[in-house]
């Protein structure tokens, strides 16, 4: 089997060090820790943990299920008018995430009801799938000795957790239903089954969980946020507008966590060297013990060859 390339590990560590599951040295972080423990995406998983310090745990939890499913609505050619009636009863205007969130809420209350799921046009068997995955997905939060906590009504914790984790996917309005990347400026629109599409007015700021393309860019799963989110979540993308004073500040802290990052590097390559030295030393002294142990007497030849140095030829 041959090694992944060099390219796409390097992409994969600094999507990680984004999300904050890797420092700057490339080691685990105590979000790292935490993340690897569920079987999900990198940004499912930081958007479970998000969750639980924004205290809206039970709410992410089913949209994190939610997501790991395929689509949960059907659309049946001969009945596509009735079937899209259907699906805007469950629609949340400033949000799919939450959109998928009150649908299976009201599944629940039904008794998660078979007939139900046939009368509103939805895969009762992906429902089913769903809340197996947030059983397991619960399990392993107890296991972890994590909270799951409810946030109500109050939406704005929930849509935060979820801008945690995709602030990467966050788009600016430029036209009617059309955003551009922030990041690379890539020009994205609404999907016309979107909560946000027919929504009569559309919000400055969004982030997506995935593009799908086809006769153009289209953002599915889409969740208006704040801007001001996004340079406190990404601060490596995103930062607020500043005065010359601000700026120059701001020149200097990245000077000198660009010095820190070094000496952390520096700091861990000498931690690497004194361990292999003392392993070293420590080979040596078990092969003099042995030896010593047996009877045998060391001769002078003997003793060069266990404390020689190695010597290094070359140009």
């Not at 040295?25 to 790292?32: D, F, H, Q, S, V």
């Not at 046939?118 to 909270?147: A, G």
């Not at 120059?248 to 660009?258: D, L, P, S």
């Not at 292999?276 to 060391?298: D, E, I, P, R, T």
Request: proline share 5%; with cysteine; net charge positive.
């Amino acid at each position: 089997m041959d090694p992944p390339p060099q390219d796409n590990i390097c992409n994969s560590m600094y999507q990680l060090w984004v999300l904050g599951a890797l420092d700057n040295t490339g080691a685990l972080t105590k979000m790292g820790r935490k993340m690897v423990e569920f079987p999900l995406d990198p940004a499912l998983s930081k958007m479970l943990i998000v969750g639980c310090e924004l205290k809206c745990s039970s709410e992410i939890l089913t949209i994190v299920s939610m997501l790991s499913v395929p689509r949960i609505f059907f659309r049946p050619p001969d009945r596509a008018e009735e079937s899209d009636a259907a699906r805007e009863k469950f629609q949340v205007p400033e949000s799919d995430h939450l959109t998928f969130l009150h649908v299976y809420q009201r599944w629940k209350a039904e008794g998660y009801n078979h007939e139900w799921c046939q009368k509103h046009f939805i895969h009762v068997k992906t429902l089913r799938k769903v809340r197996e995955i947030r059983s397991q997905l619960l399990d392993i939060m107890k296991s972890q000795k994590m909270s799951v906590i409810s946030c109500g009504t109050d939406w704005d914790p929930v849509r935060k957790a979820i801008c945690s984790a995709y602030f990467q996917n966050a788009g600016r309005l430029k036209g009617i239903g059309q955003y551009v990347n922030l990041r690379n400026g890539m020009p994205c629109h609404l999907h016309p089954t979107s909560a946000l599409y027919g929504l009569g007015y559309t919000p400055d700021y969004i982030v997506y969980h995935e593009l799908v393309m086809t006769s153009k860019e289209y953002m599915r799963t889409v969740t208006a946020i704040d801007g001001k989110w996004l340079p406190e979540l990404g601060p490596m993308f995103f930062s607020i507008k500043e005065t010359y004073a601000q700026r120059i500040e701001r020149r200097k802290k990245e000077k000198e966590q660009k010095e820190k990052m070094q000496q952390e590097m520096d700091k861990v390559l000498e931690e690497k060297e004194s361990k292999k030295k003392k392993k070293k030393m420590n080979a040596l002294q078990k092969v003099k013990k042995s030896m010593l142990v047996a009877g045998a007497k060391l001769t002078k030849t003997q003793k060069k060859a266990m404390f020689r140095k190695k010597r290094r030829f070359g140009m």
